[in-house]
């Protein structure tokens, strides 16, 4: 008979280790707490004054389990041209010679074939599924409470051509048990009657109701308050980090201010952050950021309740409570994470454009940017980098939707390391 374990006592492992944890956003904070369940001592270390506070504080907050398509396609190759020209507003290319981005930039062609994009895809929804499960273990285990709902998601086209695109890719994933329907403009607005203003617009969409929303910033804190609640865990935030140094037997950090930090495992689970730390032990991740921007306002006299991702404006709308956030943009190469009014007024004009009484846009309470750590393949790395290093990296615009699924596959490479 297999042996199973109840939501509030997880398996423990052989021999509890001490665990460095470097970055607390979705993804961080996720694996620290998956491997404090596990009974290891988790050390957590941030830059930041808290946890969530760099890409995971306002993004599209949409769990995607389904959607996960690769970045790298056919179809974006076909693009290339427009979006290297700048004739797509949500897209923008940051001049560069730099070898890493031209080594990058290859990887990514190699990725766009038919094969790979398929390989990837379903391999980001496998672990998108995974992330489901891993993510209703630590939400009910610990009573994380961050705004999560299933609400359905509606992913809009315009036209008929991008539409049957995502026939294709729909059917391959039925294939491999996702749950989503291709529905026409009049379908498409009886599930979300705040689609009526643009119905003439939507050429067909793909509606899968049981994808998700979630406030990623309540998720880090609550997962924080989980985590000193276990009693053997540590979090040191405003500590910089100025290297890393590798050893099979016990690694350590070592902070701009002179700490160090020993332990048994470290894991660099710090997004874009995660480059240069690798490097200081000669190590170069495929990694280029990817700023994306939101805005977080009051919804409008027409607010969707279902989430909408808008293929053609390259926006997405989700509901958090008494609050709309619309997310988009993706300016590839650029490393400043500062909001630029400029793109802002871009992502503003695009989800006017997209849905236009969805939200109070002349009174945004908040505005936001973030770097996204994109891999050619669009799956996040997860394994070994150095002697007692493991790298859980790489998450791209899907670094909500697979945090807590990547936190558990990390924790049992460690298990079964031990």
Known sequence: MRATFGLDEPPQTRRPQE????GAGVVGMATALTLSDRGHRVTLIDAAEGPGLGTSFANGAQLSYAYTDAFASLSTVAQLPRLLMGLDPAFRLT???????????????????????????????????ESRAALDRLTQRHGIEFARSTPGKLILYRSAKSFAAAERVAAMKAEHGAKQSLIDASQAVAIEPALGAI???????VFDRGEEVGDPYRFCNGARAALAAHGQSASWFRTDIAAIEPDARRPAIVARDGRRFAADRILLCSGTGSLALARSFGVRLPIVPMKGYSITA??????????????????????LGNRMRIAGLADLAQRDAAVDPRRLATLIASARAALPEAASYDAIESSWAGL????PDSLPIMRSIAPGVIANTGHGALGWTYAAGSAARVTALIDRED
């Open 19 to 22: 665990l460095i944890v470097i």
């Open 95 to 129: 001049p560069s010679l730099d070898p890493d981005l031209l080594r990058w930039g290859i990887a990514f062609l190699r990725n766009a074939s038919a094969g790979r994009f398929r390989r990837n895809t379903l391999a980001g929804m496998m672990l998108a599924i």
């Open 199 to 205: 119905r003439p617009e939507i050429a067909g969409a």
């Open 298 to 319: 009051a919804p409008g006299d027409a607010a969707p309740t279902v989430s909408i991702t808008d293929a053609a404006n390259r926006v997405v709308f989700a509901r």
């Open 372 to 375: 996204r750590p994109m891999t």
